[in-house]
């Protein structure tokens, strides 16, 4: 608006420099007044960019203007200057205590290609709006270099012992996240904690997400490089891409992640650590596991990994119909293992941590429902048992319950993470046998064969909608579609 227009500076002090400064970014013609001036205006009036008129204010020299600034060292100067803008009828914005009585103030002002930002304290406190523009400064700048970044581990790093002190409960999840939340040029964010994997999924600046502060945050610090993945940019989409088509779960093709990532973003939502960035990511990758779903479907036997427990018992449990089997967990995964083992005609024990199962009639025939309390009943009774539920210490530990199994022999399966059945199972042998996820993992993929041809149409179809990533980069970084 002031392109073209004569604007009056009186005071060649750093004040001044800073509204010449300003102006000259709006287009004005200034004319700067004073007796002396600092040696970067000097310059500006040398080159010509300004016009300089070394000597002291007189009242003429309001006259033809569209605003007037008075900023010099002189409080009575400026007051002058103010009145005389007045009775001209132009208006004029004094720097110094007089400002109250001035038409206007400059907020501090930050320009990066198309954004423009202006800061202000109504003249209150120039200080800190500078401090304002400075840090809003260095945020700008960030979001030029941001991108998408994924840090974490899963089953493919680490073995189900080895990847339990890195899983985050409840409360441990928000710590973290309010610990991120803090660091610079993270923009938003989501955790994705599941019994196969901990990750973070964020849009980043450069300078974040290669400073190894994630790293430490998520205590990544404490393992080698090769046992947990970083990956950046169209790596990160794909990956996103793939884990939530299944495959990259312990059981490839589980539909249980697409929940598990709805739940993770809109946890992140809620507590202010996301917004419309990934939001956009997570439709993203919903779109696009979708079609992956689709192609890859007929080459994979697909499985959730509570069928993937049955179907192992199936194999493993000779006359399974005639087995007692225990349930512990009333969640999704303790659902689908009951509903399993009913219509497989065994006998059942459900035993839950918190919550009740409700029971139709049938099933309050065919099941017997206990707390986690009366294990150490129900242990001699039973000859199999398989636990999915969210707990910090395993349910079934070696010591006091070994002694309370069935002496003819137990097979044990986990599906929790941290582990359910304590670790120290494991080197029991004889009449225990403990399956865990990663022994899941392998049997399943032993008896499903290789992911190979999977892996490259999955490669194919990412290749095919980079498109979507490249969007999103452009939004991230604030440039404009092409």
């Not at 309370?404 to 670790?423: C, K, T, Y």
Request: aromatic share 4%.
């Amino acid at each position: 608006m002031l392109e073209g227009r004569r604007v009056l500076v009186v005071g060649g002090g750093r004040v001044g420099q800073r509204k010449v400064e300003l102006l000259r970014d709006s287009g004005a013609e200034v004319t700067l007044v004073c007796p002396a001036c600092v040696d970067e205006l000097r310059t500006l009036a040398q080159a010509g960019t300004i016009r300089y008129e070394a000597r002291v204010f007189e009242d003429a020299d309001v006259a033809g203007c569209s605003l007037a600034f008075a900023c010099t060292d002189s409080k009575h100067v400026n007051r002058h200057i103010l009145e005389v803008a007045k009775a001209a009828q132009i208006l004029c914005c004094c720097a110094d205590g007089n400002w109250p009585d001035g038409d206007f103030v400059t907020p501090a002002i930050i320009r990066a290609g198309d954004v423009l930002i202006a800061v202000s304290t109504s003249g209150k406190s120039c200080r800190q709006s500078r401090l304002i523009k400075d840090n809003l400064r260095k945020h700008l700048d960030s979001i030029e270099s941001s991108d998408l970044l994924v840090l974490g581990t899963s089953h493919e790093y680490l073995a189900s012992e080895e990847r339990a002190p890195y899983h985050l409960l409840l409360r441990e999840r928000e710590a973290l996240g309010e610990m991120i939340r803090q660091v610079w040029g993270v923009h938003e964010f989501f955790i994705l904690n599941t019994c196969n994997r901990i990750e973070v999924v964020a849009a980043v600046s450069k300078e974040a997400g290669t400073s190894g502060i994630l790293r430490r945050l998520l205590h990544f610090d404490q393992l080698r490089p090769d046992l947990y993945y970083m990956k950046h940019g169209f790596d990160a989409f794909a990956h996103i891409c793939q884990v939530t088509a299944g495959l990259d779960s312990q059981t490839p093709g589980e539909f249980h992640v697409v929940a598990q990532l709805k739940e993770a973003v809109d946890e992140s939502v809620a507590r202010g650590w996301a917004g419309s960035i990934i939001r956009e990511l997570c439709d993203a990758a919903l779109h696009v596991s979708k079609d992956i779903r689709h192609e890859v479907g007929p080459l994979l036997d697909v499985a959730e990994i509570e069928d993937v427990g049955l179907r192992y018992l199936d194999a493993e449990v000779p006359d399974l119909a005639a087995r007692r089997v225990l349930v512990i967990g009333t969640g999704m995964v303790g659902r689908g293992l009951v509903a399993g083992l009913l219509r497989r005609g065994c006998r059942c024990v459900w035993a839950y941590h918190r919550n009740a199962p409700e029971l139709s009639a049938e099933g309050a025939r065919r099941i017997e429902v206990v707390q986690l309390d009366a294990l150490e009943r129900v242990l001699p009774e039973v000859d199999v048992i398989v636990s999915a539920v969210d707990v910090q210490e395993p349910v079934v530990a070696l010591t006091p319950h070994r002694r309370l199994l069935n002496p003819q022999g137990v097979v044990m399966v986990d599906l929790g993470m941290p582990r359910n059945i304590d670790p120290a199972f494991d080197r029991c042998g004889g009449a225990v046998r403990v399956a865990d996820l990663d022994v899941l993992k392998r049997w399943f993929r032993t008896a499903n064969g290789t992911l190979d041809k999977v892996l490259e149409v999955c490669e194919a179809i990412l290749n095919d909608h980079r498109d979507i990533y490249e969007r999103m980069r452009r939004s991230i970084q604030g440039q404009a579609a092409e």
